[in-house]
């Protein structure tokens, strides 16, 4: 990977964990969807009128299809990342979200498709299992620790569960707008624009099934709404460019460091339990993500 490709993967790994840090302090649930969505559409307004306009004339019915699929996906993605930060730690369903959409894939390569592993490969699927098991678990992993918490337990495997549904759908936009960016040649900065604003009536109906919460809503998380809305293009879209520099196998996994500075961020500034465990699980993950580019 060229050195300026791997430049704006790392800054766009520390821009999306300070987003989702952002996320579950002050995400909310539907309403907070499309708030995020709708800022993302004002925000980035002024952006896509100098840069970007000019390419919208050149678009075929195939590119607004591959936008409008990648906003259905974009909008489970983003839906089930902030049910999953409801219901548990982000230390628990970040690093789980971001790598079993590679573990899937590898299996389902193997099952499906008949594809040998390699050695690297099987190392790399057993340090993501191993590194879900570790913050799953934590230091009863080993037989110590705290006595058994049910409501703890239930919430690591909640978290588990939003992670891997969240990695699943990772899976399926990272393949999409892949595609976008690299074979139909579609700006990043309005792939991602044009996404949010697709996503906007697609949760509309959703969000507006109980209107008089919105604003009270938007008044209690407009700061995680500004943060989203500002750091998550712009991280996704550096993660784009980086995709017409560099293969997408190589880019999606360095992507992943985005767990460390998560665990490292989640455990300080959240106050979230068991960090070292949790830092230590997202760095076996981490390496088993590299283990299966490899």
């Known amino acids: 990977m060229p050195l300026h490709a791997l430049l704006l993967v790392l800054t766009a790994a520390l821009l999306h964990a300070l987003w989702n840090l952002a996320a579950k302090r002050w995400g909310g649930g539907t309403h907070f969807v499309l708030s995020c969505s709708l800022g993302v559409t004002v925000l980035w307004l002024p952006a896509v009128l100098w840069v970007g306009l000019a390419e919208l004339p050149g678009w075929t019915l195939l590119t607004w299809g591959f936008v409008l699929a990648s906003a259905v996906v974009h909008l489970g993605y983003f839906n089930c990342l902030i049910a999953g930060y409801r219901a548990a730690d982000l230390t628990v369903v970040y690093p789980v979200a971001r790598g079993s959409g590679p573990l899937l894939s590898a299996l389902a390569a193997v099952l499906l498709l008949g594809e040998d592993l390699g050695l690297h490969g099987a190392l790399g699927l057993a340090g993501v299992v191993g590194g879900i098991l570790l913050i799953t678990m934590g230091p009863r992993l080993i037989g110590r620790g705290v006595a058994h918490d049910a409501d703890a337990a239930r919430r690591r495997r909640l978290g588990v569960w939003w992670g891997a549904a969240t990695g699943t759908l990772i899976a399926g936009y990272t393949v999409l707008d892949g595609y976008a960016v690299?074979?139909?040649?579609?700006?990043?900065?309005?792939?991602?624009?044009?996404?949010?604003?697709?996503?906007?009536?697609?949760?509309?109906?959703?969000?507006?099934?109980?209107?008089?919460?919105?604003?009270?809503?938007?008044?209690r998380s407009w700061r995680g709404v500004l943060a989203v809305a500002g750091l998550g293009p712009l991280a996704y879209i550096l993660v784009l460019m980086a995709m017409r520099e560099a293969p997408l196998s190589r880019v999606a996994p360095a992507r992943e460091v985005s767990m460390l500075f998560a665990a490292l961020l989640g455990g300080q500034l959240l106050g979230e339990g068991e960090r070292g465990w949790r830092l230590a699980g997202a760095a076996l993950i981490g390496g088993g993500v590299i283990g299966l580019a490899l």
């Open 182 to 219: 690299k074979v139909l040649a579609v700006s990043p900065l309005m792939l991602d624009y044009f996404g949010n604003v697709l996503r906007v009536p697609l949760q509309l109906p959703v969000a507006m099934r109980a209107p008089h919460s919105f604003w009270p809503e938007l008044k």
